[in-house]
């Protein structure tokens, strides 16, 4: 009976970890330092990926006091894949293929920042935007292909396939609105899914999104509108 008991807990927690839902106004909550709190996104692809847009949402401390991971996509034979990465240099720091370039960011704000992250194979060029607005575009990795097999982190780096997270890399706020294309979205698309219009994900979608949480991490109603 007791062992009985046990299981049955063990399959609420587990349900209570993962699933299948619409986040729609939702976040998860990374609550403090940690290498053990993430949220793993289940997305298999196809085929690699030519091109893709990232967008989120991310209310953490924008300070130059530490750095943080906010999304990470690692294959096995390159860690840092796709990365999106806030740098206590003073700016996102944003990943394709292990290549990375800079966005600077000039002000320090504790406000909830949307994000949207664009890359072409064709040209190599990257866009990135924050809260409606784009930044200087730059270039990386031309003519590469990102590899489809592919592990997605939420709120850690990883420096290996599915792990290698350290606790002074760790996000600490709230993540939401997570969505991903295998296209780049034009300036149109994103000025509309800033003002809270959508355009239908075609690789994450956070109406429908697959999940599995691990450590001290919580899902809330989002704090922003």
């Known amino acids: 009976m007791e062992k009985l008991c046990w299981c049955f807990l063990a399959l609420i927690n587990l349900c209570n970890a993962s699933g299948q839902t619409d986040m729609n106004k939702k976040a998860f909550v990374f609550l403090k330092e940690s290498d053990n709190s993430y949220v793993s996104l289940k997305r298999q692809l196809k085929q690699p990926l030519e091109a893709f847009t990232v967008c989120l949402s991310v209310y953490a401390d924008r300070s ?70 784009p930044m200087l575009r730059k270039s990386l990795k031309k003519g590469y292909s990102v590899e489809s097999e592919a592990n997605i982190i939420l709120g850690q780096e990883q420096d290996s396939f599915g792990g290698g997270f350290n606790i002074n890399q760790s ?14 979205l034009s300036p149109e698309q994103i000025k509309t899914i800033y003002s809270g219009g959508t355009i239908s994900p075609t690789v994450l979608d956070w109406r429908a999104l697959t999940y599995e949480t691990r450590g001290e991490v919580l899902i809330k109603p989002q704090l922003w509108s």
């Not at 292990?98 to 040209?123: D, Q, R, T, Y």
């Open 64 to 133: 130059r006091t530490r750095s943080y991971g906010i999304f990470s996509y690692a294959t096995r034979k390159i860690a840092n894949e796709i990365v999106i990465f806030w740098s206590k240099n003073g700016g996102y720091s944003f990943i394709v293929g292990g290549a990375k370039e800079l966005f600077k960011f000039p002000a320090v704000s504790m406000e909830p920042a949307h994000i949207c992250a664009s890359w072409e194979s064709a040209s190599g060029i990257v866009e990135f935007w924050v809260d409606g607005w």
């Open 171 to 184: 996000l600490v706020g709230e993540i939401g609105d997570v969505n991903m294309w295998d296209f780049v």
